[in-house]
C-alpha cells in the first residue's frame, strides 16, 4: 500500500512554490513593474504552448536549447507543439500576429512567467523555471542597448544585490562571423584534443559555443582563439563603441568579455550578461543571473520583414538564489495588529461581520474562524504577535460589547461595541 497522500508526486524538474519562497517572486515582479512604468515598457502574456518551430528557426536547430532540451508533443491533429524554452521568439510572434507594427515604434514590451527546458535538474538549472523579460522592437540604435542594460542595471540594484557585474561583447553580423568562424575552426581543429565531447560535436554544429564552455580544457583552448572583435565591420565597431561610451555616461561598470557568446543563434552585435562578481577567493564559475543582446535578423526568419530589435530575459530562481546568499529579504508581508477570536455558534456569526467592518475601515485584522476553542485562537494571536485579540463570546453577544486584550500589557477590559473601533483607532 502506498503510504497517504504519497500517491502522486510532482514531474521531475516541476515545481510547486509555497507562499514563503513566492514571496521572492512576488518582490521580483513588483520591481519589474515599478522599472518597467519608469521606462515605458507594456506587459504582454502569450502562451506556454508554440509551434515548436518557432523555436528551430528562431532560437536556432543546433542551440542546446532547441536539440537538445525542449519538450515537445504532438497534438490529435498532428501538430507539433513545444513547451516554451525562452521568450524572445514569442515576442516577435506576436509583433506580427497582432499587428503591433502600427504602433508607435519602438515598442518596449516585458513578460514574466514560467519557461521549460528539459535539462537533469541541478542547482540553478530547472527544467521549469521563471523568466522576466524586456524587449524593444523596431529600434535599431545604440542608445537602446545601454538603455535596456541600464534598466536590467536597476532592476538588480534596486533588489539591494550587491556586487553585480556586467559582461559584455559584440557578436557583429552573421556574415562577419562567417569569416571569422572559418579561421576559428581551423584553430580549433589543431587543438581538438583538448576539447570535450560536447565541444567536439560543436565543432560542426556551433563551433561559436566552444568559447564560452565552462569545461577548463575548453576555456584554455579559447584563450588562445582569434577573437571575433577583430572581424567585425566599421558600422559594428562603431555600433559596439558608442554602446561602451553610453555605460561610461552612466556610470555602470562592465567587463568586455570576448568569449561571451550566448548560447542562442539569432543575436546580432551587442550581447550581455549579469554576473555576481564573487571576486579572487571563490574560483567557482558565477551563475548568469541575467541574459541579452540585440537580435537585429530574428523577425526576419519569423515574419520575413526586417525588424532590428534587442531584449534580455532574467532567470528569477537565480536571482533569488543570489539574494538568498546575499542574505536579501523579501519584504515582509503585512502583518496584523488585531485578532478576532469568538466563542460559540452566535458570536462566530457576529464576528464574521463584525471581521467584515474591521477590515473594510482599513484595519489589520485578522482571525481564525477553523478554531472553536479560545485558548487555541489566543495561542495563535501571540504567534502572530497582535496588538490586540478582540474577544466575543455568548455574554460579549448579548451585552452587545467586546472584550478587548492588549496583548503586550497583558490588561483585558470590556467596551461597549460601538464604541470599540474608535478605541482602536486611538491606540493604533
Ligand atoms: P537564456 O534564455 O538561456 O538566455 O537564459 C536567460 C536566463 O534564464 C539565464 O541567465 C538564467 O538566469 C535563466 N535560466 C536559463 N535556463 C535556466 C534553467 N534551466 N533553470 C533556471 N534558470 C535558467
Known amino acids: ?245 553610453f555605460l561610461d555616461d552612466l556610470e555602470i561598470p562592465y567587463r568586455l568579455n570576448p568569449y561571451l557568446v550566448r548560447g542562442l543563434d539569432y543575436y546580432t552585435r551587442t550581447v550581455f550578461e549579469f554576473v555576481i562578481d564573487k571576486g579572487e577567493a571563490d574560483s567557482s564559475p558565477s551563475q548568469t543571473l541575467i541574459g541579452g543582446g540585440r537580435y537585429d535578423r530574428l523577425a526576419e526568419l519569423i515574419g520575413g520583414e526586417r525588424v532590428p530589435a534587442l531584449g534580455g530575459a532574467g532567470g528569477v530562481e537565480r536571482i533569488i538564489e543570489a539574494m538568498k546568499e546575499q542574505g536579501i529579504k523579501p519584504s515582509s508581508p503585512r502583518k496584523p495588529d488585531i485578532f478576532l477570536a469568538q466563542l460559540g455558534w452566535q458570536a462566530k456569526r457576529e464576528a464574521l461581520r463584525f471581521f467584515e467592518e474591521l477590515r473594510k475601515k482599513g484595519f489589520k485584522v485578522t482571525a481564525n474562524f477553523g478554531k472553536d476553542s479560545l485558548r487555541a485562537q489566543l495561542k495563535r494571536a501571540n504567534q502572530l504577535g497582535v496588538k490586540y485579540t478582540l474577544i466575543m463570546g455568548a455574554e460579549e453577544v448579548r451585552r452587545q460589547r467586546v472584550t478587548v486584550k492588549d496583548m503586550r500589557r497583558g490588561t483585558q477590559k470590556t467596551i461597549e461595541r460601538k464604541k470599540v473601533l474608535q478605541f482602536l483607532k486611538r491606540k493604533l
Open 1 to 245: 500500500m502506498t503510504k497517504s497522500g504519497d500517491v502522486f508526486r510532482r514531474p521531475k524538474g516541476m515545481k510547486d512554490i509555497l507562499p514563503r519562497e513566492l514571496s521572492y517572486f512576488n518582490r521580483i515582479e513588483r520591481v519589474c513593474q515599478r522599472l518597467a512604468k519608469d521606462y515605458r515598457f507594456q506587459k504582454v502574456a502569450f502562451p506556454i504552448l508554440e509551434e515548436a518551430r518557432l523555436f528551430q528557426k528562431g532560437t536556432g536547430l543546433y542551440t542546446d536549447v532547441v536539440e537538445k532540451q525542449m519538450f515537445l508533443l504532438r497534438t490529435k491533429g498532428g501538430q507539433s507543439l513545444a513547451l516554451r524554452p525562452e521568450g524572445t521568439p514569442s515576442v516577435v510572434r506576436l509583433y506580427f500576429q497582432e499587428g503591433l507594427k502600427s504602433w508607435f515604434q519602438p515598442v518596449q514590451l516585458w513578460y514574466f512567467g514560467p519557461f521549460f527546458r528539459y535539462e537533469s535538474p541541478q542547482a540553478g538549472r530547472y527544467r521549469e523555471f521563471y523568466q522576466l523579460g524586456f524587449e524593444i522592437l523596431n529600434g535599431e540604435s545604440s542608445a537602446l542597448d545601454a538603455y535596456l542594460i541600464q534598466l536590467f542595471y536597476n532592476l538588480l540594484k534596486a533588489l539591494r544585490l550587491k556586487n553585480i557585474m556586467l559582461e559584455i561583447n559584440s557578436l557583429g553580423l552573421p556574415e562577419e562571423r562567417q569569416e571569422y568562424q572559418k579561421d576559428l575552426v581551423c584553430y580549433l581543429k589543431n587543438h581538438s584534443r583538448q576539447l570535450c565531447p560536447t565541444c567536439h560535436t560543436r565543432l560542426t554544429n556551433n563551433p561559436l559555443r566552444i568559447l564560452d564552455c565552462r569545461e577548463e580544457s575548453c576555456r584554455g583552448v579559447a584563450r588562445g582563439a582569434p577573437q571575433l572583435i577583430d572581424y567585425l565591420s566599421k558600422e559594428c565597431h562603431n555600433h559596439f563603441k558608442e554602446v561602451l561610451e
